[in-house]
């Protein structure tokens, strides 16, 4: 069992930047693939990133490419998504999930975070 909490978001302008964290519980984290998913309103879930479970590894989504990464510090039980030039298309809520394999669909994670907003105003 892996329980998952994201924290970080908030109201901020364009072109700003901010870091979401993604806090696990469990001795286990590091044998999970950690992705970050959105949701804005009206709108279905859609991928943004992913890293393996070392961290050696990551997936980026092609319309977040270029301005969001994605890191993890197994030692903290923590997985980051910073997000830089933000838009205010980016505006939504922001899950973190944990799965036993990275990948971009929603069905690999068996394991998902209460989200957390991020509002992006022009």
């Known amino acids: 069992q892996v329980q998952l909490a994201e924290s970080g978001g908030q109201l901020v302008q364009s072109g700003d930047s901010l870091r979401l964290s993604c806090a696990a519980s469990?001795?286990?984290?590091?044998?999970?693939?950690v992705g970050w998913f959105r949701q804005a309103p009206g709108k279905e879930r859609e991928f943004v990133a992913a890293?393996?479970?070392?961290?050696?590894?990551?997936v980026i989504a092609d319309s977040v490419q270029g301005r969001f990464t994605i890191s993890r510090d197994n030692t903290k039980n923590t997985v980051y998504l910073q997000m830089n030039s933000l838009k205010p298309e980016d505006t939504a809520v922001y899950y973190c999930?944990?799965?036993?394999?990275?990948?971009?669909?929603?069905?690999?994670?068996?394991?998902w975070g209460q989200g957390t907003q991020v509002t992006v105003s022009s």
């Open positions: 890293i393996r479970r070392s961290g050696d590894g990551t």
């Open positions: 999930a944990a799965g036993r394999v990275e990948g971009s669909a929603a069905s690999r994670y068996d394991y």
């Open positions: 469990g001795r286990t984290f590091s044998a999970y693939a």
